[in-house]
């Protein structure tokens, strides 16, 4: 009885909140055009591996939420940042909607938009200190040039250039400011 309870609990969605141009946006978007073509076999959900682990990422649903036109719901989530890019999904959907492409496409929209998770935050921080994701010290440079491989400059200019280049500073300075 309690089960029963909790699923009429759930929250009502009002035409307002449709957005009914969103799939029309994910589908211009790079990697989103054959979102229209999803009829919800569920051949992606069941083959991968991420919600096979956490039910929070169902890529089924997220569709789903997109031909529906739940725009905010699906950008500000953290569930879209779960797909691990593995391509099982990709490999089997019967009308080659490319979910993998696809959640690339969600995320550069809620990117655009600001809405940007704290663990993506954190690594633009350490490449723009170093330039890459793990800093390299004078100790593994010592270790390096033991075993014969060539040292690495600690840190990576260029990385730092295109970083200024795609203005992610200002994008991060904005997603902060609405949290």
């Known amino acids: 009885m309690t089960k029963k309870k909790s699923l009429l609990k759930e929250k009502t969605i009002t035409m307002k909140e449709l957005d009914s141009s969103f799939k029309f946006e994910v589908a211009k978007e790079p990697g989103g055009k054959n979102i229209k073509r999803c009829f919800s076999c569920g051949t992606c959900t069941v083959t991968c591996p991420v919600f096979s682990v956490n039910d929070k990422y169902n890529p089924r649903k997220i569709i789903r939420m997109i031909l529906l036109g739940l725009r905010e719901e699906v950008l500000k989530s953290d569930f879209i940042w779960l797909c691990s890019?593995?391509?099982?999904?990709?490999?089997?959907?019967?009308?080659?909607?490319?979910?993998?492409?696809?959640?690339?496409?969600?995320?550069?929209?809620?990117?655009?938009?600001?809405?940007?998770?704290?663990?993506?935050?954190?690594?633009?921080?350490?490449?723009?200190?170093?330039?890459?994701?793990?800093?390299?010290?004078?100790?593994?440079?010592?270790?390096?040039?033991?075993?014969?491989?060539p040292e690495l400059n600690p840190t990576i200019p260029e990385v730092k250039k295109v970083l200024k280049k795609t203005d992610i500073e200002k994008v991060i300075r904005n997603s902060d400011k609405d949290d």
């Open 85 to 149: 890019g593995c391509y099982s999904c990709y490999e089997l959907c019967p009308r080659d909607v490319k979910i993998t492409n696809l959640m690339i496409a969600v995320r550069n929209i809620a990117v655009r938009e600001g809405n940007i998770p704290m663990p993506m935050k954190s690594i633009v921080d350490i490449l723009q200190k170093f330039g890459r994701l793990l800093e390299v010290s004078e100790f593994e440079n010592i270790v390096r040039l033991k075993k014969g491989i």
